[in-house]
């Protein structure tokens, strides 16, 4: 099948969080399975001239038309680590995608609308027929309405992946006027009007309807956003349209992320080496992280987090999990910035507070390399989000030997099984869950992992090894995506 994927985030090229990993990974894993791939994102000003240095075009330049004027645009084919990726260069004098960073524009529907509409342009120059038009996430969504209803493009089926469906692309009817559409139509209740703001668009809302399937990014997920406190506005329109809902977990991409030839580490380790050889290696990590921060941290275990610092991750509770742990006298270590001032305030704060404490790194920048040494070095990643669409870190973490402690919740509770679950055998138990958001109930969990990591060394131990074995790769999930665009062909 031809599949061409509409995103805005790609792993190594243009990352902010999971989506950029899934859609490398995923990608990746269609192309071994032997798909015909295109992934296509726009050529952001962040992007490494590594990747470019080899760029070539793949037609010639293309025009699309916003707000009454045409702007040029150019797309470009690179070579991402062996996947051939487009990138869409807008020659618009806005410079939308030239502003420093992915998100967190004021203009971010703008500029996203003007994306969805100039890949569906370049399309239609290329002419060539498509399987299977993959969107992701909200500012993609209105792809779907385009080729539904206004191009006529060689295009059998719109497939939505919603990543993440607490953000909605809510705007004002305007903003679909300036991309050729009549905004005012399409504000009606069985159209894009969002249930909680009637005078405003929800983007993801039209692609929940224009789309031929739908995927959510785990099991648990996909009931979970049915319910109003998951899919907030929007779960009534995943009610009426629940038939076309699948969940399909997300996996990692285990050669980008393979403690035995990660680059980032020291020394290399893999789940047929000894106990004590992963223990040796993970140390190795350890003292890596120690000299290159000039800290101690030599109290274990090692408890952190990897992480954009927004509510849905639970920030007062990671706050709670550096109280536990240096009370444990343990060392605490988090990666990870937020994109809320108030948030980051009191991370600040935070920070400030334990300055001259050495068993202490709160380091709030987005750092590839140190997200990798810190999966090896940890010992137990936290991960008590309030809710968690599917989550990557405690699949990623496990892979590299590190005991996650996760709340029950969309794919956090698909993937990580306690320790103490007596429901289900202990060969598939590999990790500390709690079930409500409460400090009282994460203290207990965290509590029993330190006891386990202090007194039962052997079964923690085991647990670590038995995170490793487990495969989480894409293999699995692309079989089901493939599954999902052949019934749509078939539909
Ligand atoms: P989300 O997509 O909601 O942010 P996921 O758990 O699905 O959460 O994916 C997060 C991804 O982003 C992981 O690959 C994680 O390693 C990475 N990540 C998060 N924060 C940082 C950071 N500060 N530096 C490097 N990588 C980060």
Known sequence: MKIVHLATEFAMVAKAGGLGDVLLGLGRELVRQGQNVEVIL???????????SDKRTDLKDFVCEEGGSLHRNTMWKIDASGFPLLLLEAHHPKRYFSRGKIYGCEDDTARFLYFSKACLEYLKAKKTPIDVLHLHDWPVAIAALLVKEIYRLPIKSVVLTIHNAEYQGLCASWDLDAIGLAGEN??????????RYPEAIN????????ADAIAAVSPSYAKEILTEPYGGSLSPVLRKYRGK??????????????????KALPLHYNNSLSIDAICKAKESARLQIREQFHLDLMQRPWVGSITRLVPQKGPELIEEALLLTLE??????????????????HFDSLKKKYASNRNVLLYYHYNETLAHQLFAALDLLIAPSRFEPCGLTQLIAM????????????????????????????DKRNGFVFHHSTKADFTHAFLRAIDQFRRNKESFRLLLKRGMQLDYSWKKPTREYIKLYEDCKAR
């Open 203 to 210: 983007l993801l809302k039209g692609a929940i309807i224009y």
């Open 245 to 262: 809902i699948v969940g399909i977990l997300n996996g990692i991409d285990h050669s980008m992320w393979n403690p035995a030839e990660d």
């Open 42 to 52: 726009p050529k952001y000003d962040t992007i490494s001239p590594t990747f470019l």
């Open 399 to 426: 892979r590299y030997g590190t005991v996650p402690l996760v709340r029950a919740t969309g794919g956090l509770q698909d993937t990580v099984f306690d320790f103490e679950n007596e429901k289900i055998t202990a």
């Open 186 to 195: 399409y504000l009606t209740e069985d159209l894009l009007q969002d249930e």
């Open 328 to 345: 444990q006298k343990g060392s605490f270590i988090l990666l990870g910035s937020s994109p809320i001032p108030a948030i980051q305030d």
